[in-house]
């Protein structure tokens, strides 16, 4: 008979996945877009918004390069949101295609966009795009609530 041993606990085993729950923000009304474009929007982060149609939806290939980001940039002026083209007048022109966009926004004004999932574009356009300094305690919690109210 064959001698079935169990590794030590760890032992050769790939590490556990962290599961931090989705990165990109869901935007589903027209008052959560115009906190990211347009004159009232959140001044002085970068916003990353990927826009899909409703009948492909978001793809899941650049998730973990928002994770990757969202580590890499942990504590700075940087959001992910993924959105509907048919929500906002703003995003007509990413309709009626199953090539997902992403758009960046600073201060209100969309400031680059990147067509299909390309992980080295968005990258760049981060590193390139996202504003000095960290978040503020205040900033950081009123972020993260559902409706921003503290």
């Known amino acids: 008979p ?3 041993t169990q590794p030590a606990e760890g032992a050769n085993m790939p590490p556990k996945k962290e599961s931090t729950g989705p990165v990109a923000t869901p935007i589903e009304s027209l008052e959560q877009w115009a906190t990211i474009c347009g004159d009232a929007a959140t ?6 918004v990927e826009t899909h149609v409703a009948w492909c939806g978001p793809t899941d290939a ?11 940039y942990e504590g700075r002026k940087l959001r992910f949101h993924v959105m509907d083209a048919e929500l906002a007048e703003e995003t007509a022109k990413y309709r009626g295609t199953s090539r997902p966009f992403f758009l960046f926004f600073k201060g209100g004004e969309q400031v680059e966009v990147v067509e299909g999932v ?12 996202i504003p ?3 978040v503020d305690l205040a900033e950081k919690e009123e ?3 559902e409706d921003g109210d503290e």
């Open 143 to 145: 972020g993260e609530g």
């Open 62 to 72: 650049i998730t973990s390069t928002f994770r990757k980001l969202s580590k890499e």
């Open 43 to 48: 001044k002085d982060f970068l916003f990353v």
């Open 118 to 129: 390309n992980a080295p574009a968005v990258q760049k356009v981060v590193a390139d795009q």
């Open 2 to 4: 064959v001698a079935v």
């Open 132 to 134: 000095e300094g960290l």
